[in-house]
């Protein structure tokens, strides 16, 4: 079954500091999906990448699948207290028996400090 | 320990009928989500039930309800259901107050 890795598992930076998370998967990866959790508030969607190569932004956050569509990484350009929370790649892939696979990796938690 | 279960695995139903999903969270978690993941979407959140309340909804219609248990097991109510209700269904569960999310296989719906 495909796994995702994300690193780090937690993540402490000066407000207007970059950062980088990554995420990097056992298989090819068909669609990969970035989201921001903040507690009751469930999962927020980011991004969508599927092609390699692909990049995508919005507002102060830049997500990319590199060619091989094995590893992706968000970055977060002059980070602010509302980015805190914890991130999730998520992913979608086929089983070894060949159905559709949703996995999600473990979290990287991100706290910014003022 | 059991992870979170979701039954059942796969569903077919016609426009207008009504479906039930059940999602039975990890032993110890007082908190329940509910996602619905249509193809090509990201997860779009539905509702979060903590202590047998109710506590937040996404931007879904009426028509997408539910509740949680006394063991704090929770159902997904569809009603009326539309074509475009064909998704994949997911649960997560967490500790209260706590963040950590831990998801269940989810449930696939088909509305024909």
């Known amino acids: 079954s495909q796994e995702l890795e994300q690193s780090p598992q937690s993540l402490i930076v000066q407000e207007g500091k970059n950062l980088t998370i990554n995420c990097t998967s056992s298989?090819?990866?068909?669609?990969l999906y970035w989201y921001k959790q903040k507690y009751g508030e469930g999962l927020i969607f980011l991004m969508m990448l599927q092609k390699g190569g692909e990049e995508k932004s919005h507002e102060k956050i830049t997500a990319k699948l590199d060619e091989k569509k094995q590893q992706s990484s968000l970055h977060i350009t002059a980070s602010q207290p509302s980015h805190a929370g914890i991130y999730l790649c998520g992913a979608e892939g086929k089983s070894g028996a060949g159905s559709y696979q949703l996995t999600f990796g473990k979290g990287t938690k991100l706290s910014v400090i003022p | 320990e059991a992870g979170v279960t979701q039954s059942p695995t796969h569903l077919i139903k016609t426009r207008g009928q009504q479906v039930t999903l059940r999602c039975s969270p990890i032993?110890?978690?007082?908190?329940v989500y509910w996602y619905q993941q249509a193809l090509g979407l990201g997860l779009q959140f539905l509702l979060w039930?903590?202590?047998?309340?109710?506590?937040n909804r996404g931007n879904f219609p009426p028509r997408f309800s539910g509740r949680q248990f006394p063991n704090y097991s929770s159902e997904l109510n569809v009603n009326a259901l539309e074509l475009e209700d064909s998704a994949l269904y997911l649960c997560?569960?967490?500790?209260?107050?706590?963040?950590?999310?831990?998801f269940g296989p989810g449930t696939r719906l088909l509305v024909l």
């Open positions: 032993s110890g978690h007082t908190s």
């Open positions: 298989k090819t990866l068909y669609g």
């Open positions: 039930y903590d202590e047998g309340e109710e506590r």
């Open positions: 997560a569960s967490s500790f209260q107050g706590e963040e950590t999310q831990y």
